[in-house]
């Protein structure tokens, strides 16, 4: 495993997990999105993967990039690694998830709500400031209306406010939220369940979900149908699943 200095990258029991560490607001710098690509990189093809997940260490989630390396002489480079995070993270199978115990703002509210899902501590602060200093965040632009409220994306964007966890859940920009005394605890519950089930399954599901989008129901259903019947009904699990239903026991994954 590389020794990373900014960043700490864990596997277990099917979850891989990179800490964010670089005290105390976490701010990405082209060092530590470096240190991201390499180890999104080295866990894409992970085909035993049920779960990813982004943690911060210190105060916030993440503060945004490092405005120093927007310079005309930086901007390129910083941009394009900090865009190859998202490129990486989109191909990943398994499903992703941000667990959000501190602010999350700029570049640190992209990398954490372009997850699958996003868990947050009650009151936590999501914001895409940039609009107040001349620029706007691309992949927040690119990304946050396929699937949040489009009208309230536009004022995220426009206005450059923060919003609260609360407000964040109203949009759709986040999944859940859990009490700020309690959420490493309930967050790490909440990731075990998802990881209970099949790798393979969750990927399957995922691969469905992301095939379906911005198709006409019957298109949709067309792809999910494919995907369950030339796929899903291939694996061990699904019918490891169904026997153990039937048994009344409970099922023993192979994650095939």
Known sequence: ????????????????????????????????????NNA???????SDLKLFAFRAEGKAFSAGVDVSEHTADLVDKMISTFHQMFRLLDKFECPTVALVHGAALGGGCELACFCDMVVAASGVKFGQPE???????????????????????????????????????????????????????ASAEWVKKIASNS??????????IRAS???????????????YLGEMMATEDAHEGLTAFMEKRAPVWKDK
Do not use: H
């Open 213 to 227: 989008q911005g198709k006409p129901f019957s298109e949709a259903l067309d792809v999910a149908e494919k995907i």
């Open 1 to 36: 495993m590389t020794d990373y200095k900014t960043i700490a990258l864990e596997i277990s029991s099917g979850v891989a997990t990179i800490t964010l560490k670089r005290d105390p607001l976490n701010v990405l710098n082209i060092a530590m999105m470096d240190e991201i």
């Open 131 to 185: 609009i107040k200093v001349g620029v706007f965040p691309p992949v927040a632009a690119a990304s946050f209306a396929s699937s949040a409220n489009l009208k309230s994306i536009y004022e995220l964007l426009l206005s450059g406010d923060t919003i609260k966890a609360e407000e964040a859940l109203s949009i759709g920009l986040i999944n859940r939220i859990f009490p700020r005394d309690e959420f490493a605890e």
């Open 199 to 208: 790798a393979s399954i969750l990927r399957l599901t995922k691969k469905s």
């Open 40 to 46: 999104l990189e080295s866990l894409k093809q992970g």
